[in-house]
């Protein structure tokens, strides 16, 4: 008896992993699970094409600069993300958080190369901006891996690849998703992120791509830089300049959930009378689509660890490495917030 029991659950084992293995999404298996190669593009970038040194990644002091304060959820699941599978791997790892300030940035980059950091991770805080610290890495033969935003530096020159999302991608998404709510017909106010990266800019093109054609139109959108309490203020100004919005496209759930409470001080049913989609995956943010007052999550994975040293490590032996990395990205409706409600971060 024992013995058909444990080749069942072997059975169970081998399904679930290639069924998992098989879709661009993870639909079981916890938040880690989520976090794999999509997909990659451009020419690929190695050691003989830069010279850099070989760096064996076990025992490598390795320096991760985190751009903003981690207030927000995505920035403490991506540090967190950073920090353990250093851990998983002997890394030696130097933090720094810049704190929202591009400035302290770029000097809390030339600090980790002071401080011995022989690879870098870099979460960029703005697209523009960051080419000094490059360019004292590249002196010193660092190699520099970034995540989460685009840079305008030259990949394989000033930095080796960009790990991230496909954020025109995911606002079609966020598209398809206000399309299904609202039967494709009323009046958006779009919540963007902030300006000065390709996040805001990519968000935006996907959603209004994505809306085109439909009888979806967008009547306002304010930036609330990707701040809860920013957002809120800006959702309750648009409310009083525009009474008849019927639906809500946040570039981010901070936006999307301080939304959320200005519409509902207003007397309105978020959710019901004004439809709210938003970016990112947080646990505030799917609870709420779990509850009903929210209609939908587009997840922006931040869980970049396992695929940031798993880059450099395959740098360090010599392979090619595309300029740039897709992360897979989940998504959240309320067929099933409730049971993904563990892969939120």
Do not use: W
């Not at 080796?160 to 017909?185: P, W, Y």
């Not at 200005?262 to 309105?268: R, S």
């Amino acid at each position: 008896m024992s013995r058909i029991l444990l080749i069942a659950v072997a059975a169970l084992l081998v399904t679930g992993c290639t069924s998992r293995e098989s879709q661009q999404t993870t639909t079981s298996g916890g938040p880690a699970a989520s976090a794999a190669q999509q997909q990659s593009a451009g020419p690929g970038c190695a050691r003989s094409k830069t010279g850099y040194p070989e760096v064996q990644l076990k025992g490598a002091t390795v320096g991760f600069s985190q751009s903003e304060k981690e207030a927000n959820p995505f920035r403490t699941a991506e540090t967190q993300s950073i920090k353990d599978e250093a851990a998983k791997r002997g890394v030696d790892l130097l933090f720094t958080n810049a704190q929202s300030d591009l400035n302290k940035q770029i000097s809390d980059i030339k600090s980790l190369l002071d401080r011995g950091a022989k690879l870098l991770i870099v979460a960029p805080l703005n697209s523009d901006g960051l080419q000094p610290a490059f360019e004292a890495a590249k002196a010193k033969q660092v190699p520099v891996v970034t995540i989460d935003r685009k840079v305008t530096s030259r990949p394989c020159t000033d930095y080796l690849t960009f790990i991230g999302s496909d954020f025109v991608e995911q606002g079609k998404r966020a598209a398809k998703q206000m399309i299904k709510a609202t039967g494709g017909s009323g009046k958006v106010a779009i919540l963007l992120g902030a300006s000065g990266n390709n996040v805001t800019v990519d968000r935006t093109k996907g959603f209004k791509d994505g809306i085109a054609g439909s009888g979806l139109s967008v009547v306002a959108e304010q930036t609330g830089e990707f701040d809860r309490s920013k957002g809120q203020a800006v959702m309750e100004q648009l409310i009083q300049s525009n009474p008849d919005i019927t639906a809500v496209y946040a570039e981010n759930d901070e936006m999307g959930v301080g939304a959320v409470t200005a519409l509902k001080a207003a007397g309105k049913a978020p959710g019901k009378d004004i439809k709210i989609v938003s970016i990112d995956g947080t646990q505030n943010a799917v609870q709420l689509v779990a509850d009903g007052s929210y209609t939908a999550v587009v997840e922006s994975n931040p869980r970049f660890g396992p695929l940031a040293f798993e880059t450099l490590e395959k740098f360090a032996k010599g392979d090619e490495i595309p300029q740039n990395i897709v992360i897979s990205d989940d998504e959240y409706d309320s067929t099933n917030a409730q049971q993904k409600l563990g892969n939120a971060y």
